[in-house]
């Protein structure tokens, strides 16, 4: 079975320090795909990026990057220089193929989410 | 396009109550799936659908019940509401070959009380 944890259940930082949101996951497959969403305020689900199992490659988007590391089965994401907008709750998310009674899909398995408070 | 649409975006039910919450995609995605959301407990699947006339269930499907009969619909009913179904529902669609590629609907916030 698929499994992420998120063991930050609240961080709050003050802006412009950096700040690092952690993700564990485990799987069997060697097939997989990971995720973090962002969840402002509004309620929304808000994409952020996705790696798959076979690119180990950090990735750096303006003051986001994503550090994968598949021997420690983390993908943990780093804001920096931290605004005000960036607070909400961070989700990290996994996604493997599942058998189902008509075949097999992937399926998305969520963690338990990181409110991020940056404080002003 | 209008991407993936959920309706209605509030709605508070009496227990015992049924309804049906809507989701709708116009990306002929053939992949949608239900979430609830809980405090601290991140998003739970309910159930799913790999094509029009698929559907299976997801971790929580106790108290739902689903079909899909076009492509673009995929409704989630609950039959008799129990206050243990308040939640924030999600649905979400992707392309069947790109099943990893999920849209997200804005939710509906349910109360039951």
């Known amino acids: 079975a698929q499994k992420v944890t998120q063991a930050q259940t609240e961080i709050s930082v003050v802006e412009k320090e950096d700040v690092t949101l952690d993700c564990v996951y485990e799987?069997?497959?060697?097939?997989?795909?990971l995720f973090w969403y962002k969840q402002p305020p509004s309620g929304e689900l808000v994409f952020l990026i996705r790696?798959?199992?076979?690119?180990?490659q950090n990735e750096i988007s303006g003051r986001y990057s994503w550090n994968f590391q598949k021997s420690t089965s983390s993908f943990n994401f780093t804001i920096t220089a931290s605004q005000v907008v960036d607070s909400a709750v961070y989700f990290c998310?996994?996604?493997?193929?599942?058998?189902?009674?008509?075949?097999?899909?992937?399926?998305?398995?969520f963690g338990s989410g990181t409110q991020l408070t940056v404080l002003p | 396009n209008a991407g993936v649409t959920q309706t209605p975006k509030f709605q508070v039910l009496k227990t015992g109550q049924s309804m049906t919450l809507q989701c709708a995609q116009d990306?002929?995605?053939?992949?949608m799936s239900w979430y609830r959301q809980d405090p601290g407990m991140g998003l739970r699947l309910i159930h799913y659908?790999?094509?029009?006339?698929?559907?299976d269930q997801g971790e929580v499907p106790n108290g739902y019940n689903v079909s899909r009969s076009t492509t673009e619909d995929f409704p989630l009913r609950l039959l008799s509401a129990a206050p243990s179904q308040t939640s924030v529902y999600f649905c979400?669609?992707?392309?069947?070959?790109?099943?990893?590629?999920?849209?997200f609907g804005p939710g509906t916030r349910l109360t039951v009380t």
């Open positions: 799987t069997r497959d060697t097939t997989y795909y």
């Open positions: 659908s790999v094509g029009a006339g698929i559907t």
């Open positions: 790696r798959n199992s076979f690119d180990e």
């Open positions: 979400a669609s992707s392309p069947g070959d790109r099943v990893y590629e999920q849209y």
């Open positions: 998310a996994l996604s493997e193929e599942a058998l189902i009674s008509s075949g097999s899909a992937r399926q998305l398995t």
């Open positions: 990306m002929n995605h053939e992949y």
